[in-house]
């Protein structure tokens, strides 16, 4: 449902704290060499600034699919899943694309070439989420006939039953 939607996004992002974390211990320790300090600044300066950007966008996008998903339950009456899922991810994947594009590289890119980035990357998001359609489904079925057999085991529901799209994918 949408409280374990929640927690997901902030295990997320608690996984993400702790790889910039990561990247600062190793900034704070002394160099082994100060020729290769130089290297390992290079590579790992801009990784402060990406995974900052990564968690700003992260934290931002995904609240807003959570909420977006679950609004767009309401306006269809928990009909048609594919609008939900569609919908509520590709605008999620905007705020991210344009939040993570800038961040991260804004002063570092001209104007032109983010605006590049962010539609090259947003057009990319859209195609693979119209693609994970069918698997949004097959996940839904799977859970419906898990949640059916054990519902079954325990006897809460005969075989007649059945449960609803709305209850398997509040499970998901």
């Not at 996984?15 to 290769?36: C, K, M, N, R």
């Not at 590709?90 to 104007?111: E, N, P």
């Amino acid at each position: 449902g949408k409280r374990r939607a929640v927690y997901i996004v902030w295990a997320g992002l608690a996984a993400e704290v702790i790889t910039l974390l990561l990247i600062g211990l190793d900034y704070i320790q002394p160099p082994l060499s100060p020729e290769h300090q130089e290297l390992f600044e290079r590579v790992f300066s801009p990784q402060v600034r990406i995974v900052l950007a990564s968690i700003i966008a992260y934290l931002v996008s995904q609240h807003h699919d959570v909420w977006a998903f679950w609004k767009w339950k309401e306006i269809t009456r928990g009909k048609y899943l594919w609008i939900r899922n569609n919908a509520s991810t590709m605008v999620s994947q905007l705020i991210d694309t344009i939040l993570f594009t800038t961040i991260a590289f804004y002063g570092l890119v001209s104007i032109n070439e983010l605006l590049n980035m962010i539609f090259s990357l947003w057009l990319f998001k859209v195609i693979i989420a119209l693609l994970d359609t069918p698997f949004v489904y097959l996940g839904v079925t799977l859970v419906r006939k898990y949640v059916e057999q054990k519902s079954m085991l325990l006897g809460l529901i005969s075989s007649r039953d059945i449960v609803k799209e709305d209850y398997a994918t509040s499970c998901i």
